[in-house]
């Protein structure tokens, strides 16, 4: 799963970014795209890797993009950020990142404080780049229908298509707006459309605001976060033992970074379940709705290929009996066939023959 931090320059973002990933300031901080790899915070594993003492403990893993900021102020910097949109287009999900405070070391001509205006500019961008998208494939399928041709009647109601989601971005709306069924979303997958990916906005406040409710909510998107990013990487810099002192003085429980992992990997849709031995502890990522043989898929081909059937145990039932075999003793092991829709949480050891 690939994450994409997008906003105007002095948003924050790269500061976020480094909080999220660990990374080191860029050199180049406002040229060109860094990505890195984030584990996905997972308490289970820590219960799991006490009880079973394994060799290796693996969390679930996300990748995170920053990209230039995007602004109206320069060609240069419109060029930039659309340099980086096939990436974008890559990714998952997207994060908009929004100042909500003034900045003393940012030109006073770019240190507007209006997140909602800010916000506001960044998706119409996105609008557009979709819209000109659609508005081309449009011109494209209608010279193709004054021939005949074997795909007349795909193309006609491709046509049919693409002029409702034309509609729906004239009018300001993302194209999840306009797609009625699985089949179009699938039609259209190919055309990688940015209002079609899941959002969620950031709003970088002050360090006194990091504990109250966002001051605005997204009405697209998944999940509307108010954190501090300054003090988020200031957290990231800290050592373990150090950290929960310093949220407890900002009124926090958990460090926003994790808050947004978990409410990304929830906007994208995914899950984990979990599997655990004395030679490994790990969480694996799957999509909701995934089945027993697609999440043995993910461990590796050969167990799906050959699957028999999934072991299976809720964590907290795990956790409640002490160990596998209380667990086993209690009636919480179940044996699940292919079929299964795994939950998240789940423990699998799953049984196969090739």
């Not at 504990?211 to 957290?235: D, G, K, N, S, W």
């Not at 290929?305 to 919480?332: C, N």
């Not at 299964?340 to 799953?350: A, K, P, R």
Request: aromatic share 6%.
């Amino acid at each position: 799963m690939r994450i994409a931090f997008v906003g105007p320059p002095q948003s924050g973002k790269s500061t976020l970014f480094r909080a999220v990933t660990g990374q080191p300031p860029s050199s180049h901080p406002v040229m060109g795209e860094q990505m890195a790899s984030v584990k996905v915070p997972d308490p289970r594993l820590d219960v799991l890797a006490a009880m079973y003492k394994p060799k290796k403990y693996t969390e679930a893993t996300i990748d995170v993009l920053d990209v230039p900021g995007f602004s109206h102020e320069t060609a240069s910097q419109q060029a930039e950020f659309r340099k980086a949109l096939p990436s974008i287009r890559q990714s998952d999900a997207i994060v908009a990142v929004v100042r909500a405070f003034e900045n003393p070391s940012v030109p006073p001509y770019r240190n507007r404080v209006d997140p909602k205006a800010d916000l506001d500019e960044l998706l119409s961008e996105l609008l557009f780049c979709d819209l000109d998208t659609v508005t081309t494939r449009i011109e494209r399928l209608e010279k193709a229908l004054t021939k005949p041709t074997k795909t007349h009647e795909q193309e006609k109601k491709e046509l049919e298509l693409m002029r409702r989601l034309q509609q729906a971005l004239e009018s300001e709306q993302p194209v999840t707006t306009a797609i009625e069924t699985d089949e179009e979303r699938k039609a259209l997958a190919s055309y990688a459309f940015l209002t079609e990916l899941p959002l969620v906005v950031v709003i970088n406040v002050n360090e006194s605001q990091a504990a109250a409710p966002p001051p605005f909510v997204c009405e697209h998107a998944r999940a509307t976060i108010a954190l501090c990013a300054e003090t988020e990487e200031q957290i990231a810099g800290l050592e373990p033992a150090d950290r929960q002192a310093f949220l407890d003085d900002l009124g926090v429980k958990v460090p926003a970074r994790d808050r947004l992992i978990q409410v990304c990997y929830d906007a994208v849709g995914l899950i984990s379940f979990l599997t655990c031995g004395e030679d490994e502890v790990r969480a694996w990522s799957v999509r909701k709705g995934s089945t027993a043989v697609e999440a043995a898929g993910k461990i590796h081909t050969d167990l799906a290929r050959g699957f028999i059937r999934a072991e299976t145990v809720a964590f907290e039932d795990l956790k409640a009996a002490g160990d596998m075999k209380a667990a086993k003793a209690a009636g919480k092991v179940r044996l699940e066939g292919k079929n299964y829709i795994v939950q998240d949480g789940d423990i699998l050891n799953i049984k196969f023959n090739v």
